[in-house]
């Protein structure tokens, strides 16, 4: 059974703070999503990472994937309350993609 | 356009009561899945299905019960309720995403189910 670990389980941190999640596994996945989750709402898909070693940036928010794509790591830059929710990553393994393996996800609360 | 529908928002069930949790989606995706989402536990894979007529087993199956006979519905049964099926609920539907060339996945909002 593949594994995700993610780390922190809980962050609080004040706005405008820079903060780091990480998503790590001891197998290998063709390709990992991060997901948003926010109180009473299904996860919401952010980015898919590829290619081992990829970076890929949406606004304030960076991601990478590992040169050997075990791991991942989801960058906020200046946090904003809006930035609050629980992050999810998951990986797609298998040539079919159809099965997510999800980690247990961190609960990011930004304080005003 | 709607994307993944569940109903019932929230439901309460006494032990050995049956019922269906339903999802309808309207992208006219192939792949919908079926997941249960536990506090310290994450979001586990119950059941899915790569096109009507076709299901398969998932991570945590036991005690549901599923079928797919139309594009966009993908409901889930539980035969007999139990206190461990206590869980929120989620569906989704997973769409070929051509800039990645990987699937991307639909959640719906869920259902958040008691079971007394």
């Known amino acids: 059974t593949q594994l995700l670990e993610q780390s922190p389980q809980f962050l609080s941190i004040q706005e405008g703070e820079n903060l780091t999640v990480y998503c790590n596994s001891s197998s290998v996945f063709s390709s990992l999503q991060w997901y948003r989750q926010e109180p009473g709402e299904g996860p919401v898909l952010l980015v898919t990472v590829v290619t081992g070693g990829e970076v890929k940036k949406l606004k304030r928010l960076t991601f990478q994937f590992g040169d050997a794509r075990k791991d991942s790591s989801l960058h906020i830059t200046a946090a904003q309350t809006g930035d609050t929710g629980l992050y999810l990553c998951?990986?797609?393994?298998?040539?079919?993609?159809?099965?997510?393996?999800f980690g247990k996800g961190t609960l990011l609360t930004v304080n005003p | 356009n709607a994307g993944v529908t569940q109903t019932p928002k929230f439901q309460v069930l006494k032990t050995g009561q049956s019922m269906t949790l339903q999802c309808a989606q309207d992208m006219n995706h192939e792949y919908m899945s079926w997941y249960r989402q536990d506090p310290g536990m994450g979001l586990r894979l119950i059941h899915y299905?790569?096109?009507?007529?076709?299901?398969d087993q998932g991570e945590v199956p036991n005690g549901y019960n599923v079928s797919r006979s139309t594009t966009e519905d993908f409901p889930l049964r539980l035969l007999s309720a139990a206190p461990s099926q206590t869980s929120v609920y989620f569906c989704?539907?997973?769409?070929?995403?051509f800039g990645t060339g990987v699937r991307g996945y639909t959640f719906g909002s869920g259902t958040r189910l008691t079971v007394v």
């Open positions: 989704a539907s997973s769409y070929w995403d």
């Open positions: 299905s790569v096109g009507a007529g076709i299901t």
């Open positions: 998951a990986g797609l393994s298998g040539g079919s993609n159809y099965k997510l393996t």
